[in-house]
């Protein structure tokens, strides 16, 4: 009863804090009209603006029991956090916004590779393609979240990144245990499948570490486009989840 009392407070937490994303997200697009398409404002309302949909989806998943699906879209979470704080020194947000741009140019080199490369008999004339590809500058990188990470004050929850990576997000042995189940009689031991619901300690330690970047989100979108109203709302929301009584489990 008292794992169960722990997860129901999280999620009743993860509500405000989305209505709070939420609120603070109207207003940033008030502070924002106007900007142009890839002012560091303009791109950090986008960050919240995906963040909104990621914590909403976390406490779906999180209400229906599934970890593993709940745990991925927290690590989003978290990726969003680090372009966020990257995006708070000039400095640093024009590295993070070239990181971006690099990233898009080289995504669409790399699928048009892949398809002169593996797909050779794909329909249609594929010369205008390797014209393109052969044309792009092939120095380009895509994005790194851990370079992201390194821009800003988020770099500390990069470990949390990783955790959620190899607990949740990628078919990892980490991952994949989510179905084994260890049985021990004594001496023996052995394991058979297993297909349950996360526990209410699963439940709320993936909630904790979603809004810890949730919170981190919307505090430096709002303190960026001056929307003093909403950051001070999310500061006192950001107090009771450091008050918040501890998961029993951890990722």
């Not at 690099?102 to 797909?119: P, V, Y």
């Not at 393609?129 to 990470?149: W, Y």
């Not at 909630?207 to 929307?227: D, F, P, R």
Request: proline letters at 4%; hydrophobic letters at 40%.
């Amino acid at each position: 009863m008292e794992s169960s009392n722990t997860m129901e407070r999280w999620l009743a937490l993860a509500s405000e804090v989305h209505a709070g994303l939420l609120a603070a997200a109207d207003k940033a697009q008030e502070q924002t009209r106007g900007a142009t398409n890839w002012a560091p404002e303009a791109v950090a309302v986008r960050l919240l603006l995906r963040s909104c949909r990621n914590l909403e989806g976390v406490i779906l998943l999180c209400r229906h029991g599934l970890v593993v699906e709940s745990r991925t879209l927290a690590r989003s979470l978290v990726e969003n956090s680090f372009g966020v704080a990257a995006l708070g020194t000039r400095d640093s947000a024009q590295k993070y916004l070239k990181m971006l741009q690099d990233d898009s140019a080289e995504s669409r080199r790399r699928q048009g590779k892949f398809i002169l490369d593996k797909l050779p008999n794909s329909p249609g004339d594929l010369t205008p393609l390797k014209q393109v590809v052969d044309a792009m500058d092939k120095s380009l990188k895509t994005i790194s979240p851990k370079q992201v990470a390194e821009l800003g004050p988020m770099l500390p929850q990069y470990l949390g990144y990783q955790r959620l990576s190899d607990n949740a997000a990628h078919a990892t042995a980490n991952a994949l245990n989510h179905h084994v189940a260890i049985h021990s009689d004594g001496a023996n031991e052995h394991w058979t499948y297993r297909f349950d619901l996360g526990t209410d300690g699963e439940i709320s330690a993936t909630i904790l570490y979603a809004l810890l970047a949730a919170l981190a989100v919307g505090i430096g979108v709002t303190q960026l486009v001056k929307a003093d109203a909403a950051n001070a709302h999310l500061h006192q929301l950001s107090v009771r989840w450091k008050n918040m009584p501890p998961p029993i489990d951890t990722i």
